[in-house]
């Protein structure tokens, strides 16, 4: 274990671009199941033939020409169903999608404010040995959520991180699961109009970790997070009350009095089928990992914390400062010879805040974490 870096708050902008050399899956404007890689395509669900989703490539309220529109009815004895699209004529003719940076689409709902949608693709790894399939939910990369509007959703390919692999990628799905409707309040019953699907090798320029908008527990990585501590562990709370941009901040009600010498919360990035298990993510192409954080008040200010990076076997370890009750950017270089010493960029596993008696200004309070993610940008 290395010593300690310190980093301190320093303003940053958001840089993204846009995507000139997209390759085009589909825009349904053929009228038929076969996509223009070849594949076909059609709708699944957990219990077939019990007709829980229909599908058709419907102009009226089209994004341009006919747009696919998924009907689907999660009351019944499906508690899941979507849409498939395979990426080649044969489920064992695979597409190597390694040269993609990004997935994008255009999505809205019949109603809005109601539907909801998971994004997953699987490769040919034997379930075994190996992680064939990762999914993520729409409101990772739309802020908001699906509206009555057409939206575009564009999602980094490495933010699929549960997949082993993407030289033998197989399938593309939309799914719509009935758990996740009533954790989150959406209806069972919706219609979700989906166009323009494309794969483009040009950046996004950032990867998602979380934003917390989605008021959903595992991250925009397939992650789950959780206390720790020397005694109890802080109390962790989805704040509608506080946040940048997405209706919610994680905020971490923290006590390192006489009573804990130390406290912390900790995010495993790739989840695996669990979502707790730690599965390395490679973060090559991004140089910089950042996210915001302040505190409910002055008063409730730890004046610094440390952050611990890991890798498997190694642990970059960072001592913040300069926290206040405004939300501000801390950035951290990954490739900043002392931090890259400690951590490997290309397997980052987990991601720690801990509090510790020795260096909190005030040992009990309330910090406020916001938008986490890896940036090619400072």
Do not use: C
């Not at 794969?199 to 950032?206: A, D, I, K, P, T």
């Amino acid at each position: 274990m290395g010593a300690a870096q310190t980093a301190t708050a320093v303003a940053t902008a958001l840089v993204t671009t846009g995507a000139p050399d997209a390759d085009i899956l589909d825009d349904f404007n053929d009228n038929n199941d076969t996509n223009y890689w070849d594949g076909g395509m059609g709708t699944m669900e957990a219990s077939p033939g019990n007709d829980s989703i229909s599908r058709s490539f419907d102009t009226a309220g089209a994004f341009s020409g006919r747009s696919l529109k998924l009907a689907y009815n999660l009351n019944s004895a499906s508690d899941w169903n979507g849409y498939f699209l395979l990426l080649n004529n044969s489920i064992g003719v695979t597409k190597n999608l390694s040269g993609y940076r990004h997935l994008s689409f255009w999505v809205k709902g019949s109603v809005g404010g109601v539907e909801h949608l998971k994004i997953g693709l699987e490769n040919t790894s034997a379930p075994a040995g190996g992680r064939n399939r990762a999914g993520l939910y729409v409101n990772d990369y739309l802020d908001g959520g699906i509206t009555n509007d057409w939206q575009k959703v564009s999602i980094p390919v490495a933010a699929f991180a549960n997949l082993d692999g993407l030289t033998n990628a197989k399938t593309l799905t939309f799914v719509f699961e009935r758990s996740y409707a009533d954790a989150m309040g959406y209806s069972r019953t919706a219609t979700v109009l989906i166009d323009d699907i494309r794969f483009s090798g040009v950046s996004l320029g950032v990867l998602r970790v979380d934003h917390f908008g989605d008021n959903w527990g595992p991250s925009a990585l397939g992650g789950n997070w959780g206390g720790m501590g020397s005694g109890v562990s802080p109390t962790l709370t989805f704040d509608p009350a506080v946040f940048r941009t997405s209706s919610r901040s994680l905020r971490s009600n923290y006590n390192v009095s006489s009573s804990f010498s130390w406290q912390g919360h900790w995010l495993v990035l790739g989840g695996g089928a669990s979502g707790f298990t730690a599965v390395p993510v490679n973060a090559f192409n991004y140089r910089y990992f950042r996210f915001y954080a302040r505190a409910r008040s002055a008063g409730e200010n730890p004046g610094s914390f440390k952050l611990e990076i890991e890798s498997p076997g190694r642990r970059a370890i960072i001592i913040l400062t300069g926290l206040t009750t405004s939300f501000l950017p801390y950035v951290v270089d990954l490739n900043n010879p002392s931090v890259a010493s400690q951590v490997d960029k290309t397997s980052i596993q987990q991601i720690n805040i801990v509090y510790e008696n020795t260096r909190a200004v005030n040992k009990i309070g309330a910090v406020y974490f916001d938008d986490i993610e890896f940036s090619e940008t400072p």
